[in-house]
């Protein structure tokens, strides 16, 4: 379950930025998660609440936002969402592509008292 190290990583930020700012207590997470990185919010906001018992992030609300896939095409330029991972232009079926979102793993914000 690699949502649990994810968890980790997010808390850690958290930990960090909450003490870098003299936070008291994180009372909202804002998270943004990009389709293709195929995490399960579910697991993810259960495994962070099991690592943030007891610090000032415990209890926070995660919200998640996720970001879908959508690709640019090196040929034509079209941008354009990738759907089932079909990474061909459908324009002009260039398999030249560049992601521009979908692989995001970030924190956005922070809700803070």
Do not use: W
């Not at 398999?95 to 979908?102: D, H, I, P, Q, Y």
């Amino acid at each position: 379950m690699h949502e649990m190290a994810i968890a980790q990583g997010i808390l850690d930020i958290v930990l960090k930025t909450a003490a870098e700012n003299q936070v008291a207590k994180v009372t909202g997470i804002k998270l943004l998660i990009g389709q293709m990185t195929q995490v399960e919010p579910e697991s993810l906001k259960f495994g962070f609440a099991a690592l943030s018992i007891g610090s000032i992030a415990d209890g926070a609300n995660i919200d998640i936002t996720i970001v879908p896939l959508v690709g640019q095409c090196n040929s034509c330029r079209q941008e354009f969402s990738v759907e089932r991972y079909c990474f061909l232009c459908p324009n002009c079926s260039s398999a030249s592509v560049t992601l521009v979102s979908g692989r995001e793993l970030a924190v956005d914000y922070l809700e803070v008292e």
